[in-house]
């Protein structure tokens, strides 16, 4: 059973700063990409940030130069660093990855959500 296991949500005011932690856990071999998504009420999931293994990054231009994803690999953990935070912020955080399981030799891609966190940033 693979799990991602995101923490680090809570309620900010403008211009604060949180930051994020999604772990992978169970049993797989590797990670791949990591990513946070968001989601706001009566909007669309939207990606926020991702991560290759190889460290190259993307990021949504609504967040460039205000947030910053990086990860852990010994720890199979991603982060996310959101600094100078917004109102429209404000959403259910979403922690998704690639991880790769062996089964019996069969090596499979799969793609994994966390159970999300939520960020609220209001004064």
């Known amino acids: 059973q693979v799990q991602l296991v995101e923490s680090g949500g809570g309620l900010v005011q403008p211009g604060g700063s949180l930051r994020l932690s999604c772990a992978a856990s169970?049993?797989?071999?590797?990670?791949?990409?990591m990513g946070w998504h968001r989601q706001a009420p009566g909007k669309q999931r939207e990606l926020v940030a991702s991560?290759?293994?190889?460290?190259?990054?993307n990021y949504a231009d609504s967040v460039k130069g205000r947030f910053t994803i990086s990860r852990d690999s010994a720890k199979n953990t991603a982060y996310l660093q959101m600094n100078s935070l917004k109102p429209e912020d404000t959403a259910i955080y979403y922690c998704?990855?690639?991880?790769?399981?062996?089964?019996?030799?069969?090596?499979?891609?799969?793609?994994?959500w966390g159970q999300g966190t939520q960020v609220t940033v209001s004064s």
């Open positions: 998704n990855a690639e991880l790769v399981t062996n089964n019996s030799g069969i090596f499979l891609i799969g793609d994994y």
């Open positions: 169970g049993s797989f071999y590797t990670t791949l990409t």
């Open positions: 991560i290759a293994p190889g460290g190259n990054t």
